[in-house]
């Protein structure tokens, strides 16, 4: 394997036709870096899904009330009906899979604004009411200050934390937030708490014009009385989201009288679910990644393999004097492999080292652009590209192998009468 004339044979062979040793090598260039361009752009393809799901407990779910769609015990289709602050003692007594209950209210509905001023300055920021144990579901940053606590609730307590880009609205830069009172629809607030943006995925930013304050003084300050909007829950960590999401919403519909069989009448999300199909969709685009790479990777290495079949057989003589004064069929096959290794290998590796660098240059590209947002820092793991090599380097076996078995067969006396 380190005989030097072994290797001077090797670059003899190589270099005996530059140009169709070229055009063979850059068959496998391509095939390699083709493979890592996929590779890295299914991985900035799933960055960008997955921060779809950042600052979120993948096994949370949301349940609405919605109308009814089915009569049921004497009352008629169509009818409205809201969840109260009984259903919060009903879900942890009954649904033990649950392990965090939050209900939720939103002034004045799903994603509208509200006037809230301070001062002569104001803006239109979305108002919530919730529960300390929010933060266990949905991820909540704070920058200063603190969050909700148990007391707050306890003693209908009028503070709020509030978003960065609230701050930004109603106070000076060098101003601090933190004890200062601003008014909601005419009631008075004092900032506890700024939180601060965990990413700018999509959705993530209306946390930065979000307004929290406790569920219970919510209820009271904008006359809700007992209402509850919605829960945010999740499930115990040895339980399906969807297991505890039916348990939940079966004892919800038999808490206000809705048919078993409605299930129209409450709206629900399920982070587990929707979390589950992407890590199928993941899988899939890696799947069809390395299909499409293969294949590449496979036509170039196919013209390999076409390529030392022709040089077996323009060294025909050789290889039947060769074996004529000694040469066992093992250092025969040996010397067709190694050639066709060296090709594929060197080829491959630049091939390789292209795509990652190309890769590399992509990625920078964005940070410095700001990042896609389904489209968020490609690359390319030392796992991948060791598989690739790997793959590359038993292709280069393969493409040699029956060239090295053609050569074997070669008759020692027919080739040289040949």
Partial sequence: ????????????????????TLVTAFGVFWGIFMLMLLIGSGEGLENGIRADFEGEATNSL?????????????????RRFEMRNSDIEALQLRVPELEVISPRNQLGGHQRGNNVTRGHRAGGFQVMGDYPEIRRVETIPIAEGRFLDPLDLAENRKVTVIGERVREVLFDP????????????????????VTRPISQARGTDRAAE?????????????NYGDVVGWFALTSRSDVLASEAQARAMAVLKERHRVAPDDDRAFGSWNTEEQYLKMQALFAGIRLL???VGIGTLAAGVIGVSNIMLIVV??????????????????????????????LTGIAGYLGL????????????????????EMFRNPGISLSDALQAFAV????????????ARRAVAVSPTEALRA
């Fill in 1 to 20: 394997m380190f005989d030097l004339d072994n290797w001077s044979e090797v670059w003899a062979a190589l270099t005996s036709n530059k140009l169709r």
């Fill in 62 to 78: 949301y349940i609405w009330t919605q109308r009814t769609t089915k009569p049921y015990r004497g009352l008629p289709a169509g």
């Fill in 174 to 193: 060098e101003e601090d937030a933190i004890g200062e009172y601003i008014r909601v629809n005419g009631v008075d607030f004092k900032v506890v708490g």
């Fill in 210 to 222: 979000t307004l929290y304050v406790p569920f219970t003084t919510f209820q009271r300050a904008f």
């Fill in 289 to 291: 990644v390395w299909i």
């Fill in 313 to 342: 057989k323009e060294r025909t003589s050789e290889i039947g004097l060769r074996r004529a004064i000694g040469a066992t069929p093992f250092e025969i096959t040996r010397q067709v492999l190694l050639e066709a290794l060296i």
């Fill in 353 to 372: 080292l292209a795509g990652v660098g190309v890769i590399e240059a992509v990625r920078i590209a964005l940070a410095d652009a700001g990042s896609l």
């Fill in 392 to 403: 590359l380097v038993l292709a280069g076996g393969l493409a040699g192998l029956i060239p």
